[in-house]
């Protein structure tokens, strides 16, 4: 697992895993941020973690984070990779390395409002619903085949945090179900429709 973050999602997902409703195990979890809560998560849970710096870049790795990354993936022979909060988009060798094996979990319905502070970005569209979407990660942003979505209402008296907080129950829902399914073999992929065997 991959973030940069809290690390709400690693919780939910490991907590998952613990009780026995994810067919898997958390091999290892990596962030480009050293004070991240989700490395302290998985230290707490023995969970091998480690911080990576990322490089000179903002919003993505650059080619020597992107291969201390890779490494240690492959090192953790991990068979999925689950981004949970991960803020920089992962480009061309990362992706070659794990084609169709990387996941992640938005904060709004895609394909509305990709990109950051989607909840705000909803609330400021004035939508009457919002919710989350786990989707298998291509070369685009957050605009990969879709696995799952949850929704949740937006009330009228909803601010950014309160919206962010609701949007967030639902991810630590749906999050493990679709991982779940994944892991169990239950889902497969037709182009960009991800079909649900049972
Ligand atoms: C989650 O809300 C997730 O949807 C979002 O970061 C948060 C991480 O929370 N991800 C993105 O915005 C990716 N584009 P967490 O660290 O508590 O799991």
Not at 5 to 20: E, M, Q, R
Not at 23 to 30: D, G, I, Q, R, S
Request: net charge positive; glycine share 10%; charged share 20%.
């Amino acid at each position: 697992m991959l973030g940069s973050g809290k690390g709400s999602n690693f919780v939910a997902i490991a907590d998952a895993v613990a009780a026995g409703r994810i067919p898997a195990e958390v091999a290892v979890v990596l962030s480009d941020v050293e004070s991240a809560g989700i490395l302290a998560h998985a230290r707490d849970r023995k969970i091998p973690a480690q911080y990576i710096p990322p490089g000179k870049f903002r919003t993505k790795l650059d080619e020597e984070a992107e291969r201390a990354f890779v490494s240690a993936l492959q090192a953790a022979k991990v068979d999925l990779i689950v981004l949970a909060g991960f803020m920089r988009v992962l480009k061309g060798d990362f992706l070659r390395a794990f084609e169709g094996r990387i996941v992640n979990i938005h904060p709004s319905l895609l394909p509305s409002f990709p990109g950051l502070e989607a909840w705000k970005q909803a609330l400021d569209h004035g939508v009457k619903v919002a919710g989350c979407t786990v989707h298998f990660v291509d070369a685009g942003v957050d605009c990969g085949p879709i696995i799952g979505q949850q929704t949740v209402p937006v009330l009228d008296t909803d601010k950014p945090e309160t919206l962010h907080q609701r949007i967030h129950a639902a991810e630590h829902e749906l999050y493990p179900k679709c991982v779940a399914a994944i892991a169990g073999g239950g889902i497969s992929v037709a182009g960009r429709r991800v079909i649900w065997k049972k």
